[in-house]
């Protein structure tokens, strides 16, 4: 995720490195290079210029600590003036109602359906809402299918009226069926065009007098930069919509659209997709954001995702099994499984500081643990119960069974033997504190 600014931006205060003091010379030329990492990643030259302008007015009337040098107080100012151009803050979705309207609005192609389930799925898991979706695309008999299934997916009901034209209708009796069912959320999704045009414009615009929803949500693609911007501005001047949801964000190496829409239609973005499946929707942080595109990762974000998927008995009675040192390949196991959820596993590793310059040229994708998975499948349950029993002529048999090959295998087993030391480690008191300290930040 926005690789190609990160290492700009890097490269930009490089000029500042090894200098004692902030002069107007050396903030011009790391400017300079600020500018042109911005207009790389799409962004428009009017709110990059403005951008640079901003910065030098603050490098410029500050003097440097002894304990911070140039270059950091540059990251610092530059951070806080990212963070502040794509909103400055978090925005909370308005779900008050009986009930509350959502008005899915975007181009056709830019992922409106699928996040239409994926905000159905993250309002029913993170926010106990009962959730009704509505098939609202009467032009593509493709769109309401995929709504259904995807609605089968996540246990969220659709209502869709097969032999209706009329979207504005639909969208009437759905919320009429929500309060007979008791949904407390209706999702309306709506029909999309490969490219802006007045009958859909007429359309959504219909569709919203008509239900008067507490959020109309714009879904756009985040890799088509500034005319996703373009785009965003178009729907607004008709829709004035609550905010945004920007789409493949996780394969986004420029930014340029996450970084300029809130500065161009003033409206918050509030969601991002980041992946494929369901669970693949985070709330916006511009902070948080700001931070990963200067390299400095998203340790927040990373704890909070591992905590969505604990626990608590479960790591009561993991935590005993390390302690009594009897881990096992079956835990191993479950504890890959719990990862996996977390989300894409290249996108986690760029949460850690440091990390996403590393990962950069390195492909990982959602299979990475795909033949560990097979050689600890390929052992029989006494096996995973008691490493100890893995010689030599089990371990070629597992080979075999697993498609792998004896190094591999003997890969894995030291691998788990060096997991298992590093969470006996972690149980103990050091780790239990560096735990307290990570929990403790998660919550401020």
Known sequence: MFENISEKFERAFKVLKGQGSIT????????KEVRKALLDADVSYKIAKDFTEKVKQKAMGQNVLTAVSPSQLMVKIVHDELAELMGGGMSELNIKGSPAIILMAGLQGSGKTTHSAKLANYLKTKKGRQVLLVAGDVYRPAAINQLKVLGEQIGVEVYSEDDSKSPVKIAQNAIQHAKLKGHNVVIVDTAGRLAIDEEMMNEISAIKAAVNPQETLFVVDSMTGQDAVNTAKAFHDR???EGVILT???????????????AVVDKPIKFVGIGEKMEALDIFYPERMADRILGMGDIISLVERAQEQYDEEQARKLHKKIQQDDFNFDDFLNQIKQ????????DLMGMIPGMGKMMKDIDIDDNAFKSIEAIIYSMTPAERQSPSLLNGSRRKRIAQGSGTDITEVNRLIKQFEETRKMMKTLTGTKGKNMMRMMGNRVKR
């Open 24 to 31: 107007e010379i050396n903030v011009a030329e790391t400017l």
């Open 239 to 241: 829709l004035n919509y």
């Open 248 to 262: 493949k964000l996780d394969g986004d190496t420029r930014g340029g659209a996450a970084l300029t829409i809130r």
């Open 339 to 346: 990862i996996k959820k977390m989300g894409n596993i290249k």
